[in-house]
């Protein structure tokens, strides 16, 4: 299994543009996750899934869209890239909600410049 | 909403060290993670905490569940070089139906020297 795979690895966007960070994984999980990291802050989640069709909102949804049209993959789209979007994004998934552990992609490093 | 207080922000130790972190919340929490991330790669669990008083080990790495259900902690003996990185606690969303969804502290940083 490769796991949880991120694509790309690094980007660099102008303000304005917009772009779809890709995630897919190959475990049958049914619970996805985007989270961004900012130095000294940890992970914060912008959005989640439990299944193929339904998506909700996390911590810090502004300014991304996603949707799950499949199990396997969830796309994280920024539709008019700002500054305040230079993070670190991870994608993460779970077979169930129970606490379990979440199994992170290697993640995507953005500018926005 | 909830906060996870993390402490050290960052630790400097030599190789051989041992070392102890803390986790700190307001609210209770009944699933305590530990995770590591490596540079540039994502976060991957140390270890998984599920009782009150709860000590687990896995290898060098012990981690405790505090009795208040409102703390944590993680001690790495005889540390290496390979031990750096960003050590991170998590804990599930509270109230309803956390869907999987965690609070992440904001991390210790720990550097290895030889």
């Known amino acids: 299994n490769a796991g949880v795979t991120q694509t790309p690895k690094f980007r660099i966007l102008k303000i304005g543009q917009s772009m779809t960070l890709q995630c897919t994984q190959d475990m049958n999980h049914n619970y996805m996750y985007w989270y961004r990291q900012d130095p000294g802050m940890g992970l914060k989640l912008i959005y989640y899934?439990?299944?193929?069709?339904?998506?909700d909102k996390g911590e810090v949804p502004n300014g991304y869209n996603v949707s799950r049209s499949t199990t396997e993959d969830f796309p994280l789209r920024l539709e008019l890239a700002a500054p305040s979007q230079t993070s670190v994004y991870f994608c993460?998934?779970?077979?169930?909600?129970?606490?379990?552990?979440?199994?992170f992609g290697p993640g995507t490093r953005l500018t926005v410049l | 909403g909830q906060q996870l207080n993390q402490s050290p922000q960052s630790m400097f130790i030599q190789e051989g060290e041992d070392v102890s972190m803390n986790c700190t919340s307001s609210?209770?929490?009944?699933?305590w993670l530990w995770y590591k991330q490596d540079p540039g790669e994502g976060p991957v669990l140390l270890i998984a905490l599920y009782k009150a008083g709860e000590l687990t080990s896995n290898g060098r790495l012990t981690a405790q569940f505090g009795i208040t259900r409102k703390d944590s902690f993680l001690n790495i003996s005889a540390s290496i070089p390979s031990d750096v990185g960003i050590y991170f606690c998590?804990?599930?969303?509270?109230?309803?139906?956390?869907?999987?969804?965690?609070?992440f502290g904001q991390g210790t940083i720990l550097t290895v020297h030889p």
């Open positions: 993460a998934s779970t077979l169930t909600g129970a606490g379990n552990e979440q199994f």
């Open positions: 899934s439990v299944g193929a069709g339904i998506t």
């Open positions: 998590a804990g599930p969303y509270a109230g309803g139906t956390s869907y999987g969804k965690l609070t």
């Open positions: 609210s209770i929490f009944n699933t």
